[in-house]
């Protein structure tokens, strides 16, 4: 079969667009469609389908192309043609249409789709905008609200919804076969004597559309977009689509798409689109491994992490056992999980029958003989490796044969909890991020023994409940924790420099991050660092100056928000942040303990000592082996810590600036501050060398295996 096939039956043409995996719309794709359409137009067919083969109808435009030479015909010049018919043209919708896909149906005179399928404009969360006419024709269709919605969300919308809005004309039920409902249609269309609707034709409805429309959205979305250029072009679009003919909003967009795709942000947002695919790609283990069934689950611990671990898998349909050691701490933890699902029920997000349903998921225990059938047991209890060995000790007792034991530790050997059992390839780490519920992440821990088919089950499961997946070996805090104490280390440093509390965390939150670094210490509570500095050994903890500041903030009893004041005061009644003289005196004290002299620093000087150090040690996690590649270190740090996924990640962003330049700005920090902190990656060093990037290092390190 060719990407594209045409048959003529009967009064009905049917395009077919056949290329596997998604029919992304390549440069052959586009061709056949257009050769296709001209056949159709000679032939006797007096309606024409589009239909997709396979799992859908079109994932959009092939985003690997974006980096190369386009290559005619375009996209615009296909939807153009499809819209220029004399005849009829109908999509015909199943699984997804996205993005260039759906800009393709909203070019057609009709649109069915399966009520299983799917339509939406993701191209905002690829740091573009729709740029086949998406942006014009989609208020035309469904109105400017809908269409701002559809398009600076990035959220498809179910077939049902398609339908109240008008996206679709026609929804055709799960159990119909999808092509000869559409025939039918067709031939409706045709015996109504319904007319060729070109919709760059239809008129954008003005009702509810005030003079300051555009500038409330473009408020909104700088609040909620924050920082992103590609929403902002996306209201200009709209905005001209209203004020404009046709043709010069198409051009209009055209423009701000060119705009997007060559900007830094986008190329940053399709390395992680890459990166995500790549991450479930365990080197060494091959894809078709056999996985182990997992229809029943058991968390250990019905604290906080817990108990937002056991949601993941109520909220896939997946029945979970909560264990505890007293009934009281069992009913506190279902409890708080029923407080949380109440709070998706007043949010909308969840139905009540859906809050019981899930719950109707969730039971307790306080007895470890209960999990004896079980297919996963997750441990999340106190971070403390001699409890946990005694909880893998209790787990090798009683589950069944062939159960895989995780545990959810941050930071503890999962070697050292393996060998307490006498089946440590059945155990591995799956480290939640808080709150466990919300978060995408999923560190999976590979043990020295862990078998290959806990491993693809592992990685396979996290997708089923949501999370992206991301390979790490066994070290201290695996790689997401490792990089984060380098970064936290680094701003202490910088406070102790000179710098003050919001000078520090301005720098990262103007670069993006959700929050910076002591704002998070308040909310975290200085005394949970306090206390998890008590238990580890000086080369785990740092030299004394690298924690003086926090532990003198826990000493004078600033705890951070619990207690209104730690690297900030906060408003007892708003919660509100304020910068306080109590705090700065507290720093400067420690600066002059250590004879440290307090010089001004630039934004830029304290944004680069915390990404590049970042760098640095993710460098490090490459060549000590505990990374599969840089692109899974930016996916920790987007996905679990709150990095601005237009950055890319930090690895991204130091290809972004050359790792030559990386290593030269580690060399300079080295002679400025010391090397006890900065000491060259060997790897960063090695690929500076040879004018390599990360990506380089990551696709020879795929081509070696
Ligand atoms: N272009 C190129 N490749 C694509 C692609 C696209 N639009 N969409 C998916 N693929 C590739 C993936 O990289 C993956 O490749 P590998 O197997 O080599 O890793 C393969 O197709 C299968 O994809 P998934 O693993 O993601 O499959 P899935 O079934 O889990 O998800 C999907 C399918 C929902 C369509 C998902 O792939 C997806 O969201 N794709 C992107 C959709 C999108 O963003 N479209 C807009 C493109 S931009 C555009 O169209 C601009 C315009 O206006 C012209």
Not at 180 to 208: C, F, H, M, T
Not at 449 to 475: F, Y
């Amino acid at each position: 079969m060719s990407v594209v096939e045409y048959e003529c039956v009967g009064d009905i043409g049917l395009l077919t667009l056949n290329n596997a995996p998604v029919n992304a719309l390549s440069h052959s794709l586009r061709s056949g469609i257009v050769d296709a359409l001209r056949m159709a137009s000679l032939d006797q067919s007096k309606a024409i389908i589009i239909v997709g083969n396979g799992a859908m109808f079109c994932a959009g435009a092939d985003i690997k192309e974006f980096s190369q030479t386009p290559q005619a015909p375009s996209l615009v010049d296909v939807t153009e043609c499809i819209e220029n018919m004399q005849k009829p043209v109908i999509a015909a919708i199943h699984g997804n249409a996205l993005g260039g896909g759906l800009e393709l149906a909203l070019a057609c005179h009709y649109r069915c789709a399966l009520a299983s399928a799917k339509l939406g404009l993701p191209e905002v969360k690829l740091g573009i905008l729709p740029g086949a006419g998406g942006t014009q024709r989609a208020p035309r269709i469904i109105g400017l609200e809908h269409a701002f919605t559809l398009i600076t969300s990035g959220n498809p919308c179910k077939a049902e919804k398609a339908l109240s809005i008008g996206l679709i004309d026609h929804l055709v039920e799960h159990d119909q076969d999808l092509v000869a409902a559409a025939q039918k249609y067709a031939q409706q269309v045709l015996n109504e004597g319904l007319p060729i609707r070109r919709s760059s034709q239809s008129p954008i409805d003005k009702q509810n559309i005030d003079s300051d429309w555009f500038d409330k959205k473009r408020a909104e979305l700088s609040k909620r977009a924050r920082g992103q250029i590609a929403p902002q072009h996306i209201v200009d679009c709209l905005e001209k689509a209203l004020n404009a003919e046709f043709v010069e909003g198409m051009q209009f967009e055209r423009e701000a798409f060119l705009n997007c795709v060559t900007s830094e942000q986008a190329k940053a947002m399709r390395h992680l689109f890459f990166a995500q695919r790549l991450a479930a790609k365990v080197k060494g283990v091959s894809p078709d491994t056999s996985k182990r069934p997992i229809k029943s689950v058991a968390i250990i611990g019905a604290g906080t992490m817990g108990g937002g671990i056991a949601m993941n898998f109520a909220n896939v349909g997946i029945p979970v056992t909560l264990l505890e050691l007293s009934a009281e701490s069992l009913t506190k933890g279902l409890q708080l999980i029923e407080k949380n699902y109440a709070i998706s029920v007043s949010k909308g997000r969840l139905s009540e029958s859906q809050k019981a349903q899930r719950l109707a998921l969730i039971s307790g225990s306080t007895s470890y003989q209960e999990l004896n059938q079980v297919d996963l047991v997750i441990e999340a209890v106190f971070e403390d490796v001699e409890i946990k060995k005694q909880v893998f000790r209790k787990l090798d007792e009683v589950c069944k044969v062939g159960a895989i034991l995780a545990t959810n530790t941050s930071y503890q050997d999962v070697d050292a909890i393996a060998q307490v059992t006498k089946r440590p390839q059945d155990v591995i780490g799956l480290h939640f991020f808080s709150p466990a519920n919300v978060m995408k992440l999923l560190e999976v821990v590979r043990g020295a023994q862990t078998a290959d088919d806990v491993i693809t089950t592992s990685m396979a499961l996290a997708t089923t409940i949501a999370k992206i997946p991301v390979l790490s070996g066994v070290c201290y805090g695996f790689i997401g924790n490792r990089l984060l104490s380098v970064y936290l280390r680094q701003s202490q440093l910088c406070l102790l420099h000179g710098a003050t509390p919001e000078q520090v965390d301005s720098a990262m939150t103007n670069w993006g991050a959700a929050m910076g670094p002591l704002a998070m210490n308040d909310l975290a509570g200085i005394d949970i660092g306090f206390k998890a500095r008590q238990g580890l050994s000086d080369d785990k903890k740092g030299s004394p100056e690298v924690y003086a500041i926090a532990d003198a903030m826990y000493h004078a009893g600033r705890l951070g928000q619990k207690t209104a004041v730690g690297y900030y005061r906060y408003d007892p009644e708003t919660r509100a942040r304020i910068n306080d003289p109590d705090a700065l005196a507290i720093i400067e004290a420690q600066s002059a303990k250590f004879g440290i002299p307090r010089n001004a620093q630039t934004e830029q000087e304290i944004l680069n000592r915390m990404i590049i150090a970042l760098v640095n040690e993710g460098a490090n996690v490459l060549h000590d082996g505990i990374a599969q590649r840089s692109s899974d270190i930016d996916l920790v740090y987007i996905f679990g810590y709150g990095f601005p996924a237009y950055r890319g990640g930090p690895m991204h962003y130091a290809d972004s600036i050359g790792t030559k330049k990386v290593f030269e700005m580690v060399c300079d920090f080295a002679s400025k501050f010391g090397n006890t902190y900065w000491t060259p990656s060997p790897l960063l060093k090695e690929l500076a060398e040879k004018n390599l990037s990360f990506s380089d290092w990551d696709a020879q390190q795929s081509n070696s295996k």
